[in-house]
């Protein structure tokens, strides 16, 4: 699990690294207007992606285990090339719902496309736990996708031109990636197969649909009350965040359903449940200092990273949006992990369903008055409701398993951490840059150091086990 976990971790650090540096480029080089353009047509994007190809990739996760009789690969090409057959529909109902251009929609769809391909791709990866093959082909989309859309923002293309890029990096991610994923022997069609992904799917795929509506929602709800500018402004520091929170939470998720899945596939109930405890763990120790820190050091990072009509709502919005993808990474991550695990995707839909309905209320009430903050509070407001119904929901599915112990050192590591980290950025006589990096190291240190005295993730453990083979290499 930890070697399986830590080599996505690397990759989509790397994604991370690269998704983070696009957004100090480009909100310095596009306009609010340009880049609101972007995260419209993105969002429109995953909400397709989540409701005309998701079914396809979710049923492959679950019941593909890597033997000839499981191999749904020719299977989910004949549904793949059939959907896109529907493109130019797609586009026209995405356009009209969202009250965008036809031309956007059709961006919208050709995104959505690429990105579910390369996405089905990797979770075959996954089902093989080719971890190896996962990683290289998420550091090539995310080089090409940043090079390229670089090439054409700096041609002069604006917001079309950075979507351009992303489409390319998906296809050239795709394409290089293919012999492995699609290698001899590979099964043909079959009807049988195809009832299990629609069987098993299309509950996901609504639920899904409505994860990824409540996902665009507040920038819709954005676009219509405050404009392109709005939504772009309000995307970018979203983003920013994401990529510090949700790709590391990505990382390790990646390794929580497939190994669970084998788990109980093998009838190994106990396996399973200690790799959910070790798992639930883990992701509390990822990403709890990261939503923390981030909150903390929002005005600096702002200041240094976001183009100068962005830095405002940086500072305002990112310590609030910070504790929104958290509650967000537990549920994505691990909560859905029971609903996948226990083949109970109507609780999936139950918690959509509710969630979109919360979003909703939250947004129209809070947005007209508090403009960008808002949104951000509705959000958080919203996710964490998501999260507590995810976990009572999850008892009729596979009940998930946790020790509270773990999450009290976690808590009381990250505790340290933010004390830490505060008394310098309170203390710091520097600007922007220096203040960053001596809160971000102080954080780092203490969080570390405290969390191997309170043996989080057994690493004291693994410390005393590494100084001894140090000590018996040096003899």
Not at 334 to 341: E, G, R
């Amino acid at each position: 699990m930890l070697r399986q976990a830590s080599t996505y971790l690397a990759a989509h650090m790397v994604s991370a690294i690269l998704g983070f540096l696009s957004i100090v480029v480009f909100t310095h080089l596009l306009t609010p207007d340009q880049y609101g353009l972007y995260v419209v047509v993105m969002g429109l994007a995953g909400v397709i992606s989540a409701i005309a190809f998701s079914w396809i990739r979710l049923s492959v996760v679950r019941f593909n285990h890597g033997g000839p009789e499981t191999d749904m690969r020719g299977t989910a090409l004949v549904c793949y090339l059939g959907l896109l057959l529907l493109a130019p529909v797609t586009a026209g109902i995405a356009s009209v719902l969202a009250n965008v251009p036809f031309w956007q929609g059709a961006f919208a769809v050709l995104v959505a496309f690429l990105l579910a391909f390369f996405e089905f791709g990797q979770d075959i990866f996954r089902v093989r736990q080719e971890a190896g093959s996962y990683a290289r082909a998420v550091i090539l989309r995310s080089v090409a996708s940043f090079a390229l859309s670089m090439v054409f923002v700096l041609a002069g293309y604006g917001g079309e031109g950075f979507l351009i890029g992303i489409c390319l990096g998906y296809a050239l991610a795709a394409l290089v990636s293919a012999p492995s994923v699609w290698r001899a022997p590979r099964r043909g069609f079959d009807q049988a197969i195809l009832r299990n992904l629609v069987q098993f799917g299309v509950p996901m795929t609504i639920s899904g649909g409505a994860f990824a509506l409540h996902a665009l929602l507040d920038r819709l709800i954005i676009l219509a009350y405050l404009g392109e500018a709005g939504a772009g402004t309000y995307g970018a520091v979203a983003d920013l965040v994401r990529q510090i929170i949700l790709f590391p939470s990505i990382a390790i998720g990646s390794a929580i359903i497939p190994v669970a899945a084998r788990l109980l596939a093998n009838d190994e109930p106990v396996a399973a449940r200690h790799h959910l405890e070790r798992s639930a763990e883990l992701l509390l120790a990822v990403v709890l200092p990261a939503v923390v820190g981030l909150a903390l050091v929002a005005r600096p990072l702002s200041q240094l990273m976001l183009g100068a009509e962005f830095r405002e709502a940086g500072e305002t919005v990112m310590p609030i949006l910070a504790f929104s993808w958290l509650f967000q990474a537990i549920t994505q991550q691990y909560v859905h992990a029971s609903f996948h695990l226990g083949r109970k995707p109507s609780m999936m839909l139950y918690q959509g369903l509710a969630m979109l309905a919360v979003n909703l209320g939250a947004m129209f009430l809070l947005v007209p008055s508090y403009g960008l903050v808002g949104a951000a509070w509705a959000l958080v407001f919203t996710e964490f409701c998501g999260m507590v119904l995810g976990y009572v929901l999850s008892f009729r599915a596979q009940p998930l398993s946790f020790r509270l112990t773990d999450i009290g050192k976690v808590t009381l590591a990250t505790a340290i951490m933010a004390g830490s980290t505060f008394a310098v950025l309170a203390m710091s006589p520097f600007g922007p840059a220096l203040s960053l990096l001596l809160a971000v190291s102080v954080g780092i240190a203490a969080y570390g150091l405290s969390a191997i005295l309170l043996d989080v993730l057994s690493l004291r453990a693994t410390a005393w086990t590494m100084l001894g083979r140090l000590r018996a290499r040096l003899a």
